[in-house]
């Protein structure tokens, strides 16, 4: 699967790009690209639904992040505190990384799931709900708690923009 | 397996970015990195070699598709992780109006 | 009945009528609130009635079977945690009638207040692993923006780093349940349980279990991952605190690790021990950094650090008297750890002051007679005090420690007790007693309100009376079996209760 370890090579570049750079800018268009890169990803692994919604919510995020930085002066960021900080996060990501490599092994390989109820999903999704789209069928019908749960963070995270966004906190009066 | 790898490498440097950077709008950005390194996973986690797209056709049988499931929970992560998202960058904006500056060293009123 | 989801949509019912009708209606968003809060007690207890009678609720969600669709679950051990959450709950958003007034927009902290309420009962009610992120998630994001409602720089300060150590949370535990997927094909908690238990130990099952450690330790506030509770507690709003160490602590990190290590991987003696340390490090820290504060919240804030260390020790010993004394002590922390919180608000509402040292000769057991014989109450019940309700269920954790030969570890639970004495006494003392007259004088800005101290005085109550919980033979006893058993019957039982009732 040749196109999934480039996209992913394409993605970590840009993650890194991201990460390290000065400018503020130029960081929020390079997580941009991961963003669409991510997007090419999914189409490769057949999930067209995901791809589109991916897109979407990428768009959204960067056009909120580049207007919290853009009139702000393009402030830089400064090289922080070194030595011992830094040996420490790379020693705890070294160790979750190794960990996370003996786990890995140990799951099913790429490319051959085990289906559990993936099974009755794809036998009888049609004959159960009607629908010819499987994930529809599953996030609308199936799982629809889910769909409520999603919706209802939406509802709070945009009451709590609401909240966070006043001008006036306090009331004089008491 | 060596998809898998990279995958985490992206989580690990997403998980390095919020420990390291001084930036509120680094760190934000690297919590999104991590956000997209575990929809992936997922992702990688269901897809099947010679898999076809969850979506039936009218005239034949198909056999061979990747798992539905995952995707379907992606789809409502991708929400969540942008609802906190906003949330976050909602208040670095806020912190900027008061301590007029995105460092996060500065930023160190609450001590004890 | 299918009672179980209305506990998710009646909140969430109250947020969207009170985003609706904000305009209109200015007043009418506490009335809905408080109307809201009392009918999910109401459902709470009458779920918590039947399960104690031995019929556990559940409630397939769309008529789907339990494995295809998803499945409310209410069985000993989540009704036992609903009745806490929702009477907590309650008493919050009663008392925020008269304290809310200080502050602006208030039907924005009321529908957070009622949308972090629908995530919680989401969480404790729900059986599928990837629906109970969904409703963390809900009841997280409402918090973030909780602690920031005083819109001042403390207050956005630490709400940043508060979200930012949460999300990376919520980052291990979302890659946790993919683990989890692909190792057991399934996202129903009963349905993996059952497929771990047949497939032995594995390497993938202890690295999801640091993972989830890591993750829900977080939102636990477990030492070494507690270090965003207390800047977050001394600069909200006082009922912010209450709500969150009543409830959410308790709900989206203690009852999830139990539901997780005891009923879906199966409990081995390394993770007990691993709670033992865990617990132990919480204790002593919690206590030995409350002795230097000065913010009154902040204080109470590493008090319920080194609570929280109880209540893990119990889980950790593993007996079946320590897990009823682990619960119960859940039960207590929750209402006088809300009472304590509450107390503070009062403080913070009548003499303008949260600082300690500045505080002294206030004496606030004289001018505000139920905030100060509260206060009592509550310290008392955390102490350990005969015969408040918080001296038995130590005593019941300290007599499980004995009894499984861990000398050691009782000894130091023991010795936090007495440091736990020592830190209240010392720093509540000057406030509730003191007098200063003169130019030194603290004085009453306001006359406290009857909706606060109706809130007080129904939470201390419990702190007075938790202790008839022991009593054979009575509903709470009953209760407090269901929950203990169902979490000594591990993985077989949850299925059971699952597959069992959908027949």
Redesign the interface.
């Known amino acids: 699967?040749i196109e999934?370890?480039l996209i992913?090579?394409f993605?970590?570049t840009a993650?890194?790009i991201?990460?390290e750079v000065k400018d503020?800018l130029s960081?929020?268009v390079a997580?941009g690209s991961?963003?669409i890169g991510?997007s090419l990803?999914?189409l490769v692994?057949?999930?067209?639904?995901?791809a589109i919604?991916?897109l979407v919510?990428e768009i959204?995020?960067l056009i909120?992040?580049v207007r919290?930085?853009m009139r702000?002066d393009l402030?830089f960021?400064?090289s922080?505190r070194w030595v011992f900080?830094?040996f420490a996060?790379?020693f705890f990501?070294i160790v979750?990384?190794t960990?996370?490599?003996?786990?890995?092994?140990?799951?099913?390989?790429?490319?051959?799931?085990?289906?559990?109820?993936?099974k009755?999903?794809?036998d009888k999704?049609?004959e159960m709900t009607g629908a010819?789209?499987?994930?529809a069928a599953?996030?609308l019908?199936?799982?629809?708690?889910?769909?409520?749960?999603?919706a209802?963070?939406?509802?709070?995270?945009v009451?709590?923009?609401?909240?966070?966004?006043?001008r006036?906190?306090?009331?004089k009066r008491? | 397996m060596s998809v898998y790898v990279l995958c985490f490498i992206l989580f690990s440097i997403g998980l390095y970015c919020v420990l390291r950077k001084r930036n509120l709008i680094k760190i934000i950005i690297g919590i999104g990195i991590m956000e997209y390194a575990v929809n992936l996973f997922f992702i990688l986690i269901g897809y099947r070699f010679e898999g076809r797209s969850p979506i039936y056709a009218h005239d034949k049988v198909i056999k061979n598709m990747v798992d539905p499931l995952p995707q379907a929970v992606v789809l409502t992560s991708i929400v969540i992780g942008l609802s906190v998202t906003l949330m976050l960058i909602a208040v670095a904006m806020r912190i900027y109006e008061r301590y007029k500056t995105f460092d996060i060293t500065k930023i160190n009123r609450l001590k004890g | 009945m299918r009672l179980a989801q209305y506990l998710i949509i009646i909140p969430l019912a109250a947020a969207f009528v009170m985003l609706l009708a904000r305009k209109r209606f200015k007043s009418s968003s506490d009335i809905l609130a408080v109307a809201a809060s009392l009918s999910l007690t109401v459902i709470s207890f009458v779920i918590a009635l039947s399960t104690a009678s031995g019929k556990a609720v559940v409630n397939n969600v769309g008529n789907w079977p339990p494995k295809i669709g998803i499945s409310l679950v209410a069985d000993g051990l989540s009704s036992f945690m609903l009745v806490i959450a929702n009477f907590i709950t309650l008493v919050v958003s009663v008392y925020s009638i008269a304290y809310i007034k200080k502050y602006t927009d208030k039907w924005k902290y009321y529908s957070l207040l009622m949308l972090m309420a629908a995530g919680v009962n989401g969480v404790l009610a729900t059986s599928d692993i990837f629906n109970l992120f969904i409703f963390m998630e809900i009841a997280s994001i409402a918090v973030y923006a909780l602690v920031a409602f005083g819109t001042e720089r403390e207050a956005m300060e630490a709400s940043f780093k508060y979200a930012v150590m949460s999300t990376v949370a919520s980052s291990f535990i979302l890659m946790g349940i993919a683990f989890l997927y692909s190792y057991t094909s399934t996202l129903n908690m009963a349905d993996m349980a059952i497929v771990i238990a047949s497939k032995g130990p594995s390497k993938v099952i202890a690295f999801v279990s640091v993972l989830f450690l890591m993750g829900f330790g977080l939102k636990a506030a477990l030492v070494p991952f507690h270090a965003w509770l207390p800047d977050a507690y001394s600069s909200a709003p006082a009922t912010i605190p209450a709500m969150s160490s009543g409830v959410l602590i308790k709900s989206l990190g203690v009852y999830v690790i139990i539901r997780i290590f005891f009923n879906v991987f199966g409990i081995t003696q390394e993770v007990l021990n691993i709670f033992i340390t865990l617990a132990v490090l919480s204790m002593l820290t919690g206590s030995i950094m409350a002795f230097g504060q000065s913010n009154i919240k902040r204080f109470f804030g590493y008090s319920s650090i080194s609570q929280i260390g109880y209540i893990f020790l119990g889980l950790g010993i593993g007996t079946p008297m320590a897990i009823a004394g682990s619960l119960f002590h859940l039960f207590n922390h929750s209402a006088a750890k809300s009472l304590l919180f509450l107390n503070a608000g009062d403080i913070e509402t009548n003499f303008k002051k949260t600082d300690l040292n500045k505080m002294s000769g206030a004496a606030v057991l004289a001018r505000t007679p139920v905030c100060g014989y509260t206060n009592l109450a509550g310290m008392f019940s955390i102490c350990g005090v005969p015969p408040f309700a918080g001296f038995w269920s130590k005593l019941i954790i300290i007599l499980a420690c004995i009894q499984a030969r861990r000398p050691f570890v009782a000894f130091i639970a023991v010795f936090v007790s007495i440091l736990t004495i020592a830190y209240y006494f010392r720093a509540m003392t000057p406030v509730l007693f003191g007098e200063k007259t003169g130019e030194a004088a603290i004085e009453l800005k306001n006359k406290p309100s009857l909706t606060m101290n109706l809130a007080m005085i129904a939470l201390s109550l419990i702190c007075l009376f938790g202790g008839v919980l022991l009593l054979p033979n009575n509903i709470g006893n009953n209760l407090l079996n269901c929950a203990r058993s169902a979490i000594e019957n591990g993985c077989s039982g949850y299925a059971a209760i699952l597959f069992g009732a959908a027949k």
Request: proline letters at 3%; hydrophobic letters at 55%.
């Open positions: 699967m999934i370890h992913l090579l993605m970590i993650a890194v991201a990460v503020l960081s929020v997580i991961v963003g991510l990803a999914f692994l057949k999930a067209p639904d995901l919604m991916q919510v959204l995020s909120i992040l919290a930085t702000k402030p960021s400064i922080g900080n830094t996060t790379i990501l979750f990384l960990a996370a490599y003996i786990a890995l092994k140990n799951i099913q390989s790429f490319g051959n799931p085990v289906l559990g109820i993936s009755t999903y794809i999704g049609m010819s789209n499987v994930v599953i996030t019908n199936f799982r629809s708690l889910d769909s409520l749960g999603e209802m963070a939406l509802l709070t995270s009451i709590g923009i609401l909240a966070v966004a006043r006036i906190g306090y009331n008491s």
